[in-house]
T-cell receptor, first 118, second 109 residues
Framework: DVKVTQSSRYLVKRTGEKVFLECVQDMDHENMFWYRQDPGLGLRLIYFSYDVKMKEKGDIPEGYSVSREKKERFSLILESASTNQTSMYLC?????????????????FGPGTRLTVL | GESVGLHLPTLSVQEGDNSIINCAYSNSASDYFIWYKQESGKGPQFIIDIRSNMDKRQGQRVTVLLNKTVKHLSLQIAATQPGDSAVYFCAENTDKLIFGTGTRLQVFP
């Protein structure tokens, strides 16, 4: 079974703090993703990575950065947390489909990190 | 914890009945579709997928139907159980996955 783990289930931070969210997958997937999920808005893609050291902006990258130093690990960084970044953060991974960079197959999700910024 | 979707459409069914959850997708070029189940406080869980060269695919107690003519996808759950209560959402794939906002399924005893 695919396993995607996230470092924290619940996190409370203060405005202005630097926040690191870690994600690890154990299926040797090329692609990894970070989403945030808010009521009524569904899943919105923040950043994704299709290879080590590679990253691509998603639909809402502002206020976030990412790091992919190893294939199995993808980190989301909030440089200076703000209250509007209070959300559920979901990490996902997928195999690369047909060898095409950025084109993936089924995405498998981690359990999520509920971040509250005070 | 906070609900994933406070304003989601809701389908209420009695335990043992069949459930049908619908999804309209936007891009006629989408070639791959996935249904996910998300229980409260958890990440989305893959249920079943279907490629655009098929119109039906069956899994264990679940069937996905694809109608490309009207860009419609449905998930049928047979003999719905209390453990099926969750938010269900579809995703369509072109060069990336686009997720729907979901439908909440409530199962009554």
């Amino acid at each position: 079974d695919v396993k995607v783990t996230q470092s924290s289930r619940y996190l409370v931070k203060r405005t202005g703090e630097k926040v690191f969210l870690e994600c690890v997958q154990d299926m040797d997937h090329e692609n990894m993703f970070w989403y945030r999920q808010d009521p009524g808005l569904g899943l919105r893609l923040i950043y994704f990575s299709y290879d080590v050291k590679m990253k691509e902006k998603g639909d809402i990258p502002e206020g976030y950065s990412v790091s992919r130093e190893k294939k199995e690990r993808f980190s989301l960084i909030l440089e200076s947390a703000s209250t509007n970044q209070t959300s559920m953060y979901l990490c996902a991974s997928s195999k690369r489909a047909g060898g095409l960079a950025g084109v993936g197959d089924t995405q498998y999700f981690g359990p999520g990190t509920r971040l509250t910024v005070l | 914890g906070e609900s994933v979707g406070l304003h989601l459409p809701t389908l209420s069914v009695q335990e043992g009945d069949n459930s049908i959850i619908n999804c309209a997708y936007s891009n006629s070029a989408s070639d791959y579709f996935i249904w996910y189940k998300q229980e409260s406080g958890k990440g989305p869980q893959f249920i079943i997928d279907i490629r655009s060269n098929m119109d039906k695919r069956q899994g264990q107690r679940v069937t996905v139907l694809l109608n490309k003519t009207v860009k419609h996808l449905s998930l049928q759950i047979a003999a719905t159980q209390p453990g099926d209560s969750a938010v269900y959402f579809c995703a369509e794939n072109t060069d990336k996955l686009i997720f729907g906002t979901g439908t909440r399924l409530q199962v009554f005893p």
